[in-house]
């Protein structure tokens, strides 16, 4: 299926944008860049971009038919999702601010942490179900499809994340003082706390 140009290019696209949009993923790779530098970040853009793909591959085997005929079972992820991305939140919020670079015994996200996320990130499964739903045809050859797709999206949200955690450490210069350290934790927590309660109402 995805052989053909025509097709393969819609799903480039799609990939991109959903990657690349903010989302709760995107919003911890910015401030853990930011505050940890861009090297910090490269085991959670793993994790998740890995744990995103393997997610896609889990949904295009058939458990994505299992959430579709149980929508119980999708609101009930949804929220589980909700209210640990709203933890995280208020985790982010709460951050004291110290100096930026310096050591600190504060447990970071790290990639089993980011791996996990994933698997409790509403968006991950909504982009999950719409890649299967709409690029993975029931043919014969649909493993092989479900196999491509999750590679491909792998290996576009890879330099997506890697984007957004080269602009928190470029942004890390302007969050010397610890004044703007705390006005930027809060606002990154604000900002995953609108991006999780938004997938409410999708």
Do not use: H
């Not at 910015?30 to 971009?49: E, K, T, V």
């Not at 447990?107 to 982009?127: D, E, F, I, S």
């Not at 602009?167 to 610890?178: H, V």
């Amino acid at each position: 299926m995805l052989s053909t140009f025509p097709t393969l290019l819609p799903f480039l696209l799609f990939a991109f944008v959903a990657s690349i949009t903010p989302g709760p993923t995107n919003i911890l790779v910015l401030s853990n860049s930011a505050r940890y530098g861009f090297r910090a970040a490269l085991p959670i853009i793993f994790g998740a971009c890995v744990s995103a793909a393997l997610i896609v591959f889990l949904v295009g085997s058939g458990f994505g038919q299992t959430l579709s005929a149980n929508p119980g079972v999708q609101q009930a992820m949804k929220w589980i999702g909700v209210i640990w991305l709203t933890y995280l939140a208020w985790q982010i919020f709460r951050t004291p601010a110290g100096p930026i670079n310096a050591v600190t015994s504060e447990r970071r996200l790290g990639l089993w942490g980011a791996a996990g996320l994933q698997w409790v990130n509403p968006k991950t499964w909504m982009m999950a179900l719409a890649v299967v739903s709409v690029f993975a045809d029931r043919a014969s050859e649909r493993t092989e499809q479900v196999v491509l797709l999750s590679l491909v999206f792998l290996l576009v949200s890879l330099p997506c994340l890697s984007a957004w955690a080269a602009l928190g450490a470029g942004s890390s210069k302007l969050l010397r003082s610890s004044r703007a350290l705390l006005r930027f934790n809060q606002f990154m927590a604000l900002m995953l706390f609108a991006s999780a309660w938004s997938c409410i109402w999708i």
